[in-house]
C-alpha cells in the first residue's frame, strides 16, 4: 500500500504547476496597463486578454469606487483569449478596471488604475517618426514642458519582427505613462516619437480633453516591411527585389513589421493613425508607391475595424507627413519628388477619391542643413505636428472654415502670344518672394521634350504668371518644387497668407486644362 503522504508529494507540485499555470494564463493583452487612455464616445473601447479555457472573465469599470459598468465574457477555447467592448463613455477619469477570472471554484483578479477615456491616436512609419524630443529644436524647452499635459499618455511599441501576424505584442518599450522628461527625451529614435508627442499635445490644447497615443515606428524601413501580404499582392509588388543598402537600412522583408508592430494593435479602438515614412523608397519599388500608400492606408482600416469589433470607424482618419527636404544629388533629385507626388495617389492633394478621410502636412519647405542627424532628419518637428495637427482638425474633428493645406492651382490658361502661363489658385496666395527656377514647364520639339526653368513674373492675391518665353516648341507641362531641396528653411516663394502653409509641389500636364477637359489639380 502507497503511503498517503507519498501520494501526496506526487500530486502537491502538479497542484501548485496547476494553480501557477493558471495565474501565468490569465493575463491582460500587452497594451494594457496603468494610465492607459481608451477610445471615447461614440466608440465603445476593447479591452481584452489571456484566460484559462473553460473560465468566464468579467470586466468591471469603476470610479470612486461606483461601478460604472460590468461585462461578461468566456474564455474562448481554441485561442484561450477573452474580449468585451465597454459602452461608450464620455472624456474624463480616472477609472480603474478590474478583471476577475471564474474557473470552477477559483478566482483570480488582475486590475489597472488611472484609466482616462479620450481619443487614441497611432504614429507610425520610420526614423524622422522614431525621433525623440530630445533629438529636436529647442529640445530643452520642449522637454520641460510637461506639467500641463499630464492627461496627454504615451506608448512605445518595441522594434520587433515576424514571419506571421501576431495575436500580441511581443513587448512595448515604454507602457501607459504619463509624460515626462525622461520618457520623452529617453535618447536617439528611442522610446517615444517626438512628432506623435507634439501632435498629441496640439490636439490636447484644441480639445481639452485625454489624448492617448501609440508610438510604432522604425527607422530606414520601406512601406513594404509596414504592409500585410494582402495590400502588396493586390500591388503586384515582387516579392524579391533589389535592396539599396544606403536607404533602407532597417528590415525591409514584406510584412515583417506589420506582423509584429501593427497587427497585434488592431483590437485597440483609435480615433486615426499618423504616418511618416517614404524617404526608404525613394529608390526601393519607387513606381509602385502610388498604389502601396493608399493599399496600406485601406488595408489597415479593414483590419482595425474588424479587430475591434466594429468599434474603429471603418474609414478612420489618416494622417500623414509629406517628405521634407534632403540634400543630395541627381539620383535623389527626382525621388524625392516622386515620391511626394505618389504619397497623393498622383493626385496633388488630399483627401482625394483614392484616398478619402486622409490629411497631409507638406514638409518640404523645413529642411535642415546642419542637422547633426542628417538633413533626411530635420529637427523642426514642431511645425510638421502642428500642420498636421491642422489637417486632423479639419477631416477628423470637422472643424468648417479652417485652412489645412496651401495653395494649388485650379485653372492653367497658356497665353502663347505673351509668353505667359497663367496660374489662378484655389486659395489666396503670398508670394513671399519671387524665383526664377521653382516652377519649370516641359518644353517640347524635335521629338524630344526639356523641362526649362519659368521664371515667376507678375502676380496678385490669386494668380501667379510664369515666364514661358524660353520654350521655343510646344509647352506641354507644368511643375513647381520639383526637387529634393525646393527651397531654405521656411523660405519657399509661395504659402496661404494667413495659416503660413506652404503651395504643394504639383505637376500637371496643361493640354489637360483646355477647354473640355475635366482634370484638375486642385479640388
Known sequence: MVAPGFVLGLLLPLILWARTRAVADFRFASHI?????????????????????????????????????????PVTA??????????????????????????????????????????????SGQSNMQMTVSQILNATSELSDTAAYQSVRILSVSLA??????????????????????????????YMSAVCWLF??????????????????WG????????????????GVPKHSFIPPDSVTGPSEHSVLWNAMIHPLCSVTLKGVIWYQGEANVNFNRDLY????PALIADWRQTFHHGSRGQTERLFPFGFVQLSSVLSGAALDDGFSQIRWHQTADVGYVPNLRMPNTFMAVAMDLGDRTSPFGSIHPRDKQTVAYRLHLGARAVAYGEKQLTFQGPL???????????????????????????????EVSCCGDQQCT??????????????????????????????????????????????????????PFTASIADWMPGSHSRVAK
Open 33 to 73: 496597463h496603468n494610465h492607459m487612455v481608451l477610445q471615447k464616445e461614440p466608440a465603445g473601447a476593447v479591452l481584452w486578454g489571456y484566460g484559462t479555457p473553460g473560465a468566464t472573465v468579467a470586466v468591471t469599470l469603476r470610479q470612486d469606487q461606483e461601478v460604472i459598468m460590468k461585462k461578461v465574457t
Open 78 to 123: 481554441h485561442s484561450n483569449t477573452w474580449m468585451v467592448v465597454l459602452d461608450p463613455l464620455k472624456p474624463g477619469g480616472p477609472y480603474e478596471i478590474l478583471a476577475q477570472q471564474t474557473f470552477g471554484r477559483r478566482n483570480l483578479s488582475l486590475g489597472v488604475h488611472d484609466v482616462l477615456f479620450g481619443d487614441v491616436w497611432l504614429c
Open 161 to 190: 519582427q515576424a514571419k506571421q501576424e501576431l495575436e500580441d505584442l511581443a513587448a512595448v518599450d515604454l507602457e501607459w505613462s504619463k509624460p515626462t522628461a525622461e520618457n520623452l527625451g529617453h535618447g536617439s529614435f528611442e
Open 200 to 217: 498629441g499635445r496640439y490636439l490636447y490644447d484644441t480639445l481639452q480633453y485625454p489624448i492617448g497615443l501609440i508610438s510604432s515606428s
Open 220 to 235: 530606414g524601413t520601406p512601406i513594404e516591411a509596414w504592409s500585410s501580404g494582402r495590400s502588396l499582392k493586390a500591388c
Open 290 to 293: 502610388n498604389c502601396t500608400f
Open 409 to 439: 492651382p485650379e485653372k492653367i490658361e497658356l497665353l502663347a502670344d505673351k509668353g505667359l502661363l497663367n496660374l489662378t489658385y484655389s486659395q489666396q496666395i503670398l508670394v513671399q518672394r519671387q524665383d526664377d527656377r521653382i516652377f
Open 451 to 504: 523641362w526649362l526653368p519659368a521664371p515667376m513674373s507678375t502676380f496678385s492675391t490669386w494668380t501667379l504668371a510664369l515666364n514661358t518665353s524660353s520654350c521655343s516648341g510646344a509647352l506641354v507641362a507644368v511643375r513647381y518644387a520639383w526637387t529634393a531641396w525646393p527651397c531654405e528653411y521656411k523660405l519657399c516663394p509661395l504659402y496661404h497668407p494667413s495659416s503660413a502653409l506652404p503651395a504643394p
